[in-house]
DNA sequence: TGGTCAACTTAGTATTCAGACT
DNA sequence: AGTCTGAATACTAAGTTGACCA
């Protein structure tokens, strides 16, 4: 099984040293085998996942159950003979094969560990730090997050007073004591110096030459390629997040309270890896040491460690494509269609609740006709003071909603105003039955604005619930389940003929579920811009018609006075051209509709994380769209499983 | 019963890339 | 060839859920 590395190990010939200024400071070790092994790959141009094979003590093909034996890569390679081109390797079906059971996520597991950020470069001396006027040397370590800082004036973050004082505060942590005294008052601190010289960095980073940008390149494959998959069970997979988040400032979404905090460093006593005891474990940079290795195969991270503003943990899992995360995105939606059999009975239950003596009862049933009905978020309770203040369903307050037993000429209107995940506004009028609507009343009587307005109620509750109407059942089941099923209907109520406009109808079927899911997106910074341009283009075409309607008109009128075969096939050709015209003319309005309408709404979300990919999948068989056109490279491979298994009858 | 923690999914935005346009 | 633009990808924050413990 590592025939391979140990090959090259013993005799690499002259280990050219690698090309200086090369950023190799995430590969410390071992580096000039592998660049040398890599130069080898390269020169007898080995296929892509031999290349990997070098770096892994694990020989694939040994494995591989499917696999036609191929030769025995020892001997090919000892006498460097050139292999055949790869046939295309066929594509692994792991949802044609059996899944654990019993928790175990995977068998084996191996991998290189994560890329460190790259160490701090201390600025040149001519580029200054002031303070109150007059030039400072500041500490390396200082100097860094003062950078940190300085790298965003021109955001508006830096700007707010929370930010301001946060960064402060954690900046004269790393300062000497000598700068602590001097530097008391971050509005005296001038960093324009700095910020002007970061900007002219990435100046100078676009202005390279197409030669230094191919190295930068095909040494971020290199990387890639080294770091970036593992191999789990048999199969080298592809790693979603290899490399550590480097230092920074946080920024949270929202009117965060840490926002401006310093995001410190992650150093390898930072990490703890997880992989299998058989496996060749992955070695921390020179001179430092893992955290901890440990060998659990209940979970599914290769790396983790806990981020210090907030004390979450962080990790390092695989790739959406990998078979681990797709069986787990098939399985959601399997619950979800599960959910489709019961929901009817479900809501006849909760509206019976309505009427509940119990009031937890009746505020559990009126929790889930909303996470039903308007897609709302299940709302675990927050620490106050540490994030910032959003809710979600269980945890509403009484300022969030206002109730309207008439408004617009219609009854029982329930006004939403709140901000929920990612701080993103949920703003919605809905009329709601009376029922409900008396309940709510109930539930606000008597309270103060920031009061919940679930008090006997919260998410385990409710969740424990759920699980008992429906295994698997949880509130965010039917997120997915009523996402899955907008687009279901809108796909058979919307489709029209071309594809072009079939594509229409899909992005709108998509966009009905984002409305639904209330995914929403800061209007791009060039929207105005391109409107405006895609409006220039609209007006030109509309020109072009015009003439070629003119142009039309007088060939009939030649036509009529001459009679002659020519001038009836003149005709005939500019009814054509403006036929053409009109269509193409269509086509750019409907692109700028479309393109209207998406202005505030994100599609992205839904398309990734809601939308079981098998009623795409469907939907382009039944009409003949070629698959590419909904889903891109990244997202059909997310989505092999849904490709290769939906046939046009699937139902959701 | 409530609090904490771990693990995993979902989310919007920043950055990079590629290809259309000049 | 260089520039501009929208699409793709990278990044990492912010949710949900369930287990465990007192």
Redesign the pocket.
């Known amino acids: 099984m590592k025939i391979m590395l140990n090959l090259f190990l013993h005799s690499p010939p002259h280990i050219k040293s690698e090309p200086e200024n090369e950023e190799l400071y995430h590969s410390p070790k071992h580096k000039n085998v592998k660049q040398w092994s890599l130069k080898v790959a390269k020169k007898f141009d080995f296929a892509e996942d031999e290349k990997f094979q070098l770096f892994f003590s694990y020989n694939l093909s040994d494995i591989k159950p499917k696999k036609k034996t191929k030769d025995k890569k020892g001997e090919v390679r000892a006498d460097g003979k050139k292999k055949a081109k790869k046939e295309p390797e066929e594509k692994w079906k792991w949802w044609e094969e059996e899944r654990y059971t019993d928790g175990v996520?995977w068998k084996f597991l191996e991998h290189k560990g994560p890329v460190f950020a790259p160490p701090y470069e201390p600025l040149p001396s001519n580029v200054k730090f002031y303070y109150d006027g007059r030039p400072m040397k500041l500490s390396l370590e200082a100097e860094e997050v003062a950078t940190f800082f300085a790298k965003m004036l021109d955001?508006e973050y830096t700007t707010k007073d929370v930010f301001r004082k946060n960064f402060f505060k954690d900046w004269r942590k790393e300062m000497t004591s000598e700068e602590k005294a001097k530097i008391t008052d971050l509005n005296k601190c001038d960093f324009s110096e700095m910020n002007e010289y970061f900007k002219a960095q990435?100046e100078a980073?676009k202005?390279m030459t197409?030669q230094e940008?191919q190295k930068?390149?095909e040494e971020?494959e290199r990387l890639?390629l080294e770091y970036g998959y593992c191999v789990m069970d048999n199969h080298r997979e592809r790693i979603?997040?290899?490399?550590?988040?480097?230092p920074?400032l946080?920024?949270?979404?929202?009117d965060?309270p840490?926002m401006g905090m310093l995001?410190r460093r992650i150093r390898p006593e930072d990490i703890?890896v997880n992989c299998s005891k058989d496996s060749e474990h992955p070695k921390p940079p020179p001179g430092t040491k893992w955290k901890e290795v440990r060998h659990?195969n209940?979970?599914?991270?290769l790396v983790?460690w806990?981020?210090n503003?907030?004390?979450?943990?962080?990790?390092i899992?695989l790739n959406?494509s990998s078979r681990?995360?797709g069986e787990?995105?098939w399985q959601?939606y399997e619950t979800a269609r599960r959910l489709k059999k019961c929901v009817d009975s479900l809501r006849a239950q909760y509206r019976e609740d309505w009427k509940s003596k119990e009031m937890r009862i009746r505020q559990r049933a009126v929790a889930l006709y909303f996470i039903d009905k308007l897609a709302?978020?299940?709302?675990?309770?927050?620490?106050e003071g540490e994030?910032?203040d959003?809710v979600?369903?269980?945890?509403l307050r009484v300022e969030h909603l206002n109730l309207y037993p008439e408004k617009d000429g219609q009854e029982y209107v329930v006004e939403f105003d709140f901000?929920?995940?990612?701080?993103?506004r949920y703003y919605n009028k809905v009329p709601v039955e009376k029922r409900v609507f008396k309940n709510l009343q109930l539930f606000m009587e008597n309270k103060q604005p920031e009061d919940d307005l679930f008090d006997r109620l919260?998410?385990?509750i409710?969740?424990?619930h759920?699980?008992e109407l429906m295994d698997?059942?949880?509130?965010?089941?039917f997120?997915?389940y009523n996402a899955s099923i907008t687009l279901q209907q809108q796909l058979k109520e919307l489709t029209s003929e071309n594809v072009s406009a079939k594509i229409l109808s899909y992005n709108r079927a998509n966009r009905a579920v984002?409305i639904l899911?209330?995914?929403?997106?800061?209007p791009?910074?060039?929207?105005e811009?391109?409107?405006q341009?895609?409006q220039t283009k609209i007006d030109a075409k509309k020109e072009q018609l015009a003439d070629a309607k003119r142009e039309l008109k007088s060939a009939k009128a030649d036509a009529k006075v001459r009679r002659d075969e020519k001038s009836k096939k003149a005709v005939e050709t500019k009814k054509k051209a403006v036929q053409r015209i009109e269509e193409q003319l269509m086509k750019l309005e409907v692109q700028a509709t479309d393109?209207e309408e998406n202005k505030q709404i994100?599609l992205?979300?839904?398309k990734?994380?809601?939308l079981d990919p098998r009623i795409s999948v469907a939907w382009c068989k039944k009409w003949g769209i070629p698959v590419e056109k909904i889903y891109?490279?990244?997202?059909r491979e997310k989505f092999a499983w849904a490709i290769d298994m939906a046939d046009e009858d699937f139902e959701f």
């Open positions: 996520k955001h990435s980073r202005a197409k940008k930068i390149k971020n890639l979603a997040n290899f490399r550590i988040e480097p920074g946080f920024r949270g979404r929202g965060h840490k995001k703890i659990d209940k979970v599914t991270w983790s806990t981020e503003i907030q004390g979450a943990i962080k990790y899992m959406p681990i995360k787990k995105d959601k709302l978020r299940a709302g675990n309770e927050k620490e994030t910032a959003t979600g369903c269980c945890s901000l929920g995940k990612d701080s993103i919260n998410t385990t409710l969740n424990k759920l699980q698997g059942l949880t509130a965010k089941v997120r997915t984002a899911c209330n995914h929403q997106r800061a791009p910074k060039t929207f811009k391109s409107m341009n895609l393109r994100a992205g979300t839904s990734l994380n809601y891109n490279k990244t997202q």
